[in-house]
C-alpha cells in the first residue's frame, strides 16, 4: 500500500502536469472572476468563498482523467490488480495520493487567494477548514468517476458530466458552510454534513471505484 | 412459475409484444379522459384562473421523472445480482423516457412560472433538484452510449445508477437546506394532495393513471426493441464468421 501511494505521489510530482498545473488553474480561475464581476471590493468578499469552492472543485476535476488512464495505458493497472491488494483499497490510495497531490495544496492556497478576493478576516479560517474538510469527499467522488471512464478513448469530458453531479452535495454544504462562517452565522449544520459526505464517501464509495475498476479490467 | 422467467428475451418478447397495444390503448383513453376532463370540465381556481390546469401535465411527469429512475435503480440491482440482459436493457430503455419527463415537468412548471412567479426560474429547493435529476440523467444516458462492450457498459451504468441514487437523494435534501439558507420559506407549497379539492384531484387521478401506463408501454417498446437489435448484431457477427 505504501510502495503504492509512494510510487503515485512520485509520479505525480515529477512527471509534471498534475501538481502543479491545477494549483496554477485555481490561481488563474480567481484571477480571472474579478474581471468577469467586476472590481468592487463589497461583492468580490461576499462571493469569495463561493467562487473559491467553485475553482477549487473545478481543479480537481482536471486532474482526475490522470488517475488511473496512464496507469491503464502502459499495463500498469493490470499488474496493480494482480497483486495481493484488493482493488478497493488501491482506488482508496488512488484517492488519498489524488487529494495529498491537489486537494491538501489548493487548501493551503486558497488562504492566499482569498486575499486577491478582499475576503473578511474570519472567512480565511472558515473557507480553510471546509475545504479541508470537502475537498477528501471531492478526491474520492472523483476517483470513482475516473475508476468508471477508465476504459474510454475519450474519457475526459464524460468523466465532468458524470462527476460534477455527483459533486453537489459536496458544493452545496461546503459553501454554505463557509459563507455562513463568514458571515458569523452559525455553521454547525453544513460543517457536520459535510464532514458526514466525506466520511461516507471514503467509506463507500472505494467499493463502488473498485467494482468498476474490475469491470473494466476484465 | 416465477416472474424470473420472463427474464428469457424470448419469453419477455413473446408476452410483451401482444401486450403493448393494450397498454396503449388504456393510455390513451386514461389521458384522453383526464386531459378532457382537467381542461375542459374543471371549474377556474380563484388566484390562479386556468393556469391550474397545467398540474394535469406537470404533476404526473414529473411522478414519473423520479418513477423512472427507481424502476432503473431496480432494474440495476436485478442486473448486478442475477445477470439478466433483459433487465439491464430495461434500465437503458427507462433513462431517455425519464429524461423527457424531467424536461417535461420542468418546462411545464416554468410556464406556470411565468405567469404565477413572475419568473420562468427560481432556485426553489423543487426546482433545482429536478434540473440536478436531469444531469444524472444525461450522465447515465451518455455512459452508456460511450462504452462499445453491452455488458461492461451495462455493469458500469449499473454502479454509476447506484451510486448516483445515493447522491441524488442527498441532493435533494442538500438543496432543500441550501434554499432554506437563503430565502425566508419557500416560494411555493407543493403539498398539492392536501389542498387540492376533489373536482381537479379526480381528472388528476386519471392522468397519473395515464403517465404510468404511458411510461410502461414505451420501456416495455423500448426493451423489446434493444433486446431486438442485439440478436440482430449477435446474427450480424454469426454471418461474418460463416463467410470469412
Given at each position: 500500500m505504501k510502495a503504492l501511494l509512494v510510487r503515485d505521489l512520485r509520479l505525480a510530482i515529477r512527471a509534471g502536469g498534475g501538481f502543479g498545473l491545477s494549483l496554477a488553474f485555481f490561481l488563474i480561475v480567481t484571477v480571472l472572476v474579478p474581471f468577469a464581476v467586476g472590481p468592487e471590493a463589497d461583492i468580490l468578499s461576499r462571493i469569495g468563498p463561493g467562487i473559491l469552492w467553485v475553482a477549487a472543485l473545478l481543479a480537481t476535476l482536471l486532474s482526475l482523467d490522470r488517475q488511473f488512464a496512464l496507469d491503464h495505458e502502459d499495463g500498469a493497472l493490470s499488474l496493480i490488480a494482480t497483486s495481493p491488494l484488493p482493488l478497493e483499497a488501491v482506488a482508496l490510495i488512488k484517492a488519498f495520493a489524488h487529494w495529498l497531490t491537489t486537494g491538501l495544496p489548493l487548501t493551503l492556497a486558497a488562504a492566499p487567494l482569498g486575499v486577491l478576493l478582499n475576503l473578511e478576516r474570519p472567512a480565511f479560517s472558515w473557507l480553510v477548514l471546509t475545504l479541508a474538510l470537502g475537498t477528501p469527499a471531492l478526491s474520492v467522488i472523483g476517483t470513482f468517476g475516473a475508476a468508471l471512464t477508465v476504459g474510454l478513448r475519450r474519457g475526459g469530458l464524460l468523466l465532468s458530466l458524470l462527476v460534477l453531479p455527483l459533486y453537489v452535495p459536496t458544493l452545496i454544504f461546503g459553501a454554505e458552510a463557509a459563507r455562513r462562517g463568514a458571515e458569523?452565522?452559525?455553521?454547525?449544520?453544513?460543517?457536520?454534513?459535510?464532514?458526514?459526505?466525506?466520511a461516507g464517501s471514503l467509506a463507500l464509495l472505494p467499493f463502488a471505484a473498485g467494482a468498476a475498476l474490475r469491470i473494466n479490467l476484465r | 412459475m416465477s416472474i424470473w422467467e420472463y427474464a428469457n428475451p424470448k419469453k419477455f418478447i413473446a408476452?410483451?409484444?401482444?401486450?403493448?397495444?393494450?397498454?396503449?390503448?388504456?393510455?390513451?383513453v386514461c389521458l384522453v379522459v383526464g386531459l378532457v376532463w382537467g381542461f375542459f370540465l374543471t371549474p377556474e381556481a380563484d388566484r390562479f384562473g386556468s393556469t391550474v390546469k397545467i398540474i394535469y401535465v406537470h404533476v404526473p411527469s414529473a411522478m414519473m421523472a423520479i418513477n423512472a429512475w427507481a424502476m432503473m435503480l431496480v432494474a440495476s440491482l436485478v442486473w448486478l445480482i442475477r445477470r439478466h440482459h433483459v433487465s439491464a436493457l430495461a434500465a437503458k430503455a427507462a433513462a431517455p423516457i425519464g429524461l423527457t419527463m424531467t424536461l417535461i415537468a420542468l418546462w411545464t412548471g416554468a410556464v406556470w412560472g411565468q405567469p404565477m412567479w413572475g419568473t420562468w426560474w427560481a432556485w426553489d429547493p423543487r426546482l433545482t433538484a429536478f434540473l440536478i435529476l436531469g444531469l444524472f440523467y444525461l450522465g447515465y444516458i451518455a455512459l452508456w452510449e460511450a462504452i462499445p462492450d453491452p455488458d461492461q457498459a451495462a455493469d458500469l451504468t449499473s454502479v454509476l445508477c447506484l451510486v448516483g441514487?445515493?447522491?441524488?437523494?442527498?441532493?435533494?435534501?442538500?438543496?432543500?437546506?441550501?434554499?432554506?439558507?437563503?430565502?425566508?420559506?419557500?416560494?411555493?407549497?407543493?403539498?398539492a394532495e392536501e389542498n387540492i379539492s376533489d373536482v381537479y384531484w379526480f381528472p388528476l387521478l386519471f392522468c397519473i393513471a395515464g403517465f404510468v401506463l404511458l411510461f410502461l408501454g414505451l420501456v416495455l417498446m423500448r426493451t423489446g426493441t434493444e433486446i431486438r437489435l442485439r440478436r440482430l448484431r449477435a446474427l450480424e457477427r454469426q454471418a461474418q464468421r460463416i463467410t470469412a
Amino acid at each position: 500500500m505504501k510502495a503504492l501511494l509512494v510510487r503515485d505521489l512520485r509520479l505525480a510530482i515529477r512527471a509534471g502536469g498534475g501538481f502543479g498545473l491545477s494549483l496554477a488553474f485555481f490561481l488563474i480561475v480567481t484571477v480571472l472572476v474579478p474581471f468577469a464581476v467586476g472590481p468592487e471590493a463589497d461583492i468580490l468578499s461576499r462571493i469569495g468563498p463561493g467562487i473559491l469552492w467553485v475553482a477549487a472543485l473545478l481543479a480537481t476535476l482536471l486532474s482526475l482523467d490522470r488517475q488511473f488512464a496512464l496507469d491503464h495505458e502502459d499495463g500498469a493497472l493490470s499488474l496493480i490488480a494482480t497483486s495481493p491488494l484488493p482493488l478497493e483499497a488501491v482506488a482508496l490510495i488512488k484517492a488519498f495520493a489524488h487529494w495529498l497531490t491537489t486537494g491538501l495544496p489548493l487548501t493551503l492556497a486558497a488562504a492566499p487567494l482569498g486575499v486577491l478576493l478582499n475576503l473578511e478576516r474570519p472567512a480565511f479560517s472558515w473557507l480553510v477548514l471546509t475545504l479541508a474538510l470537502g475537498t477528501p469527499a471531492l478526491s474520492v467522488i472523483g476517483t470513482f468517476g475516473a475508476a468508471l471512464t477508465v476504459g474510454l478513448r475519450r474519457g475526459g469530458l464524460l468523466l465532468s458530466l458524470l462527476v460534477l453531479p455527483l459533486y453537489v452535495p459536496t458544493l452545496i454544504f461546503g459553501a454554505e458552510a463557509a459563507r455562513r462562517g463568514a458571515e458569523g452565522l452559525a455553521a454547525g449544520t453544513p460543517i457536520l454534513m459535510l464532514a458526514g459526505i466525506t466520511a461516507g464517501s471514503l467509506a463507500l464509495l472505494p467499493f463502488a471505484a473498485g467494482a468498476a475498476l474490475r469491470i473494466n479490467l476484465r | 412459475m416465477s416472474i424470473w422467467e420472463y427474464a428469457n428475451p424470448k419469453k419477455f418478447i413473446a408476452t410483451t409484444t401482444p401486450l403493448i397495444p393494450w397498454v396503449f390503448g388504456a393510455t390513451a383513453v386514461c389521458l384522453v379522459v383526464g386531459l378532457v376532463w382537467g381542461f375542459f370540465l374543471t371549474p377556474e381556481a380563484d388566484r390562479f384562473g386556468s393556469t391550474v390546469k397545467i398540474i394535469y401535465v406537470h404533476v404526473p411527469s414529473a411522478m414519473m421523472a423520479i418513477n423512472a429512475w427507481a424502476m432503473m435503480l431496480v432494474a440495476s440491482l436485478v442486473w448486478l445480482i442475477r445477470r439478466h440482459h433483459v433487465s439491464a436493457l430495461a434500465a437503458k430503455a427507462a433513462a431517455p423516457i425519464g429524461l423527457t419527463m424531467t424536461l417535461i415537468a420542468l418546462w411545464t412548471g416554468a410556464v406556470w412560472g411565468q405567469p404565477m412567479w413572475g419568473t420562468w426560474w427560481a432556485w426553489d429547493p423543487r426546482l433545482t433538484a429536478f434540473l440536478i435529476l436531469g444531469l444524472f440523467y444525461l450522465g447515465y444516458i451518455a455512459l452508456w452510449e460511450a462504452i462499445p462492450d453491452p455488458d461492461q457498459a451495462a455493469d458500469l451504468t449499473s454502479v454509476l445508477c447506484l451510486v448516483g441514487s445515493v447522491f441524488a437523494v442527498l441532493s435533494r435534501y442538500a438543496v432543500n437546506f441550501w434554499n432554506q439558507g437563503l430565502h425566508q420559506g419557500a416560494t411555493l407549497s407543493m403539498d398539492a394532495e392536501e389542498n387540492i379539492s376533489d373536482v381537479y384531484w379526480f381528472p388528476l387521478l386519471f392522468c397519473i393513471a395515464g403517465f404510468v401506463l404511458l411510461f410502461l408501454g414505451l420501456v416495455l417498446m423500448r426493451t423489446g426493441t434493444e433486446i431486438r437489435l442485439r440478436r440482430l448484431r449477435a446474427l450480424e457477427r454469426q454471418a461474418q464468421r460463416i463467410t470469412a
